[in-house]
């Protein structure tokens, strides 16, 4: 499928968003926390830092208290990896709130997983921006296999909101959740729609405790009982207008492509479509009423090469060309489907050795958006497994 490129016209959105998530953190605001630190012993905090130098769970769940303005989304991932030292201050600086938080969180329900934890989702690990930690309720492991997302208008037509629920529910059958942000209109329809036949995962601006639209607090209580609802902010954060531009990057980076339903020109779908294209990932649409002006802004991706979406088969034969086909439990890929053979991810893993995503990439000569595809397709076929810290190891 030809690169979308971006369009400040069909964009407007990112735009207005972008100095808020990419503000640099100020010299005087770290000096400011050091000076917290430093009214301890001298001795003690140096022996501190000499023994936890590196970027411990703890550590990135602290991280995750911190609002966007003092902890900026952008290049975040090299910094978690590299055990930035300001980083590391800052968490400890937040670990006894962190700690109490975490306590009452455990007791609504609500649990966390930090990005070097197992089980945090390998999807998000290929982003160079990924949150330090998520905070979730329900079955984090619907995250593990293929993900599709499914956004658009919260004002929307019957027409779109009957096609996202079929859709979804298409979908979900096959095995694929289905990722959406619990809005009103098209992402509500495509999370009740995959609860038909499977499962779906919500992604929230807010502390999973200021759950916004409120009058969709049991849609995510029943989405948590077969799939499960995440934020990357703590609990007690209300639902902010610039959380959500944030949160979208979540929603494209969780799913293998994001298929768009019914939006105008400023709507907050375009923006998830943006970071989709960042990110590697497949931008689709459904088109919609030439006159009504409702789909102008998928109307406008299409223009610019994104695949046209009438039912779930569109979407599964853009993701498998070979001609696999996704069916009740997982998507069907068997070897000979394979992109190439002998698989050239598994001929350079020795077995009972675990790699991260940055050597895979290395090693194999893949960029990362599709070599975490080709590692989804082996941990589905069985001939990976994922172990701790986003890793991977070929199995014996």
């Known amino acids: 499928m030809p690169r979308l490129g971006l369009n400040k016209r069909v964009f407007p959105a990112i735009f207005l968003f972008t100095p808020v998530l990419r503000a640099p953190l100020s010299v005087h605001h ?25 970027m411990t769970p703890d550590a990135a769940v602290a991280l995750s208290l911190l609002p966007v303005f003092e902890l900026p989304r952008v290049g975040l991932s090299d910094r978690l990896r590299a055990d930035d030292p300001h980083l590391i201050e800052l968490a400890r600086s937040f670990a006894e709130r962190a700690h109490a938080v ?9 649990h966390v997983i930090a990005w070097n934890e197992p089980g945090f989702p390998a999807a998000l690990l290929t982003m160079t921006d990924m949150p330090p930690a998520l905070w979730y309720c329900g079955q984090l492991d619907a995250l593990d296999g293929v993900a599709v997302a499914i956004v658009g208008s919260r004002a929307a037509s019957a027409v779109a909101i009957e096609t996202a629920s079929s859709i979804a529910s298409d979908l979900a059958s096959r095995g694929i959740t289905v990722v959406s942000g619990l809005a009103r209109g098209v992402d509500s329809a495509a999370h009740r729609g995959a609860l038909q036949t499977g499962r779906t995962a919500a992604v929230l601006g807010s502390g999973l405790d200021r759950l916004y639209p409120p009058e969709h607090a049991s849609l995510a209580a029943e989405i948590a009982v077969r799939g499960v609802v995440i934020s990357e902010y ?3 954060t209300s639902p902010l207008p610039f959380h959500f531009p944030q949160r979208n990057r979540l929603i494209s980076g969780l799913s293998r492509a994001v298929v768009v339903i019914e939006a105008n ?19 689709m649409a459904v088109p919609g009423n030439v006159l009504s002006g409702r789909s102008r802004g998928a109307h406008a991706l299409i223009r610019d090469g994104a ?16 001609g696999a086909r996704a069916k009740a439990g997982q998507p069907e890929v068997s070897a000979k489907d394979s992109v190439v053979s002998p698989d050239p991810v598994l001929r350079r893993m020795e077995a009972g050795q675990a790699y991260d995503l940055d ?11 599709r070599l975490l595809s080709r590692l989804i397709d082996l941990e589905l076929q069985g001939q990976l497994r994922r172990v701790g810290g986003g890793r991977f190891m070929r199995q014996m």
């Open 359 to 369: 050597g895979l990439a290395a090693l194999s000569g893949l960029e990362s958006a």
């Open 265 to 283: 020109e400023k709507s907050g779908s375009l923006i998830t479509a943006t970071c989709a294209l960042e990110q590697g990932r497949e931008v």
């Open 102 to 110: 975490r306590a009452a969180a455990v007791i609504r329900g609500i």
């Open 307 to 322: 695949k046209i979406v009438e039912c779930a088969d569109d979407i599964v034969e853009e993701l498998w060309p070979q």
């Open 30 to 54: 770290f000096e400011r926390r050091v000076a917290v630190v430093t009214r301890y012993n001298p001795v003690e905090v140096g022996c501190t830092v000499r023994l936890r130098s590196h």
């Open 234 to 236: 703590p609990p007690g």
